[in-house]
Structure formats: structure tokens, C-alpha cells
């Protein structure tokens, strides 16, 4: 069987792009056992740890998924968004998430003080 690779891009208002944002990737024959539903689950990039493609600038990607409709839904700690799209064989389908709030950057509690 051919595949199709998904890729695309997640950025914030200020069309910045927005890393770890969680992507769950559901085939809309999830239902239809005889159809081998598709259920993927990828964050998208952390900060200055994978290069996009130069041309693409995604900032994630997937591949081996079967053709067919997914719904893709993207989620931070503020915002969850949904889109459909057709994944085509033999080629790179691209989808975009704008608008997006970027998760809270974790920062650590120290759990003693330093003696000075």
C-alpha cells in the first residue's frame, strides 16, 4: 500500500512557532474495525532541538499513514483546535494550526535554599 506524510506547522499569534504542543492524528474510520482505524499521537518540536525542513519550516511531521480523512487535533495547555484533512498518498500533506497559546514554560522549584 502507498502512504502519505503529514506534516505542518503550529504557531502562536505572533507567528512564532509553538514546540510541544500535543497532536493526536485519528483516522474518521476509527469506528470501522475492517478498515484498520489510524490513532498517532507526536508533540511538535521543542525549541532549537530538531531543524524544519528549510523549505517546509514545519515543526512537526509524520509518516506511513495510511490514505484516507484524519481529523488532527493539536493541544496546549489553553487551546485545543481541530482540523480535517485528506491524507494522499505518495506525497507530503500539509496542514497549519494559527493562533495557537503556547504552552507555560515549567520552571523548576528548588526545594532548598542555598546556605550563603
Do not use: C
Amino acid at each position: 500500500q502507498d502512504w502519505g506524510t503529514l506534516a505542518g506547522r503550529i504557531t502562536d499569534k505572533m507567528e512564532n512557532l509553538v514546540p510541544l504542543s500535543n497532536i493526536t492524528i485519528l483516522s474518521k474510520d476509527l469506528l470501522n474495525k475492517e478498515l484498520n482505524p489510524v490513532r498517532r499521537y507526536l508533540t511538535s518540536y521543542e525549541k532549537d532541538t530538531v531543524n524544519s525542513d528549510e523549505q517546509l519550516g514545519e515543526n512537526f511531521v509524520i509518516a506511513d499513514l495510511p490514505p484516507g480523512t484524519y481529523t488532527i487535533s493539536i493541544n496546549t495547555t489553553h487551546t485545543t483546535k481541530r482540523k480535517d484533512i485528506n491524507i494522499l498518498p505518495n506525497q507530503i500533506n500539509w496542514i497549519e494550526f494559527t493562533n495557537v497559546v503556547p504552552p507555560p514554560t515549567w520552571t523548576p522549584t528548588p526545594t532548598s535554599t542555598p546556605n550563603n
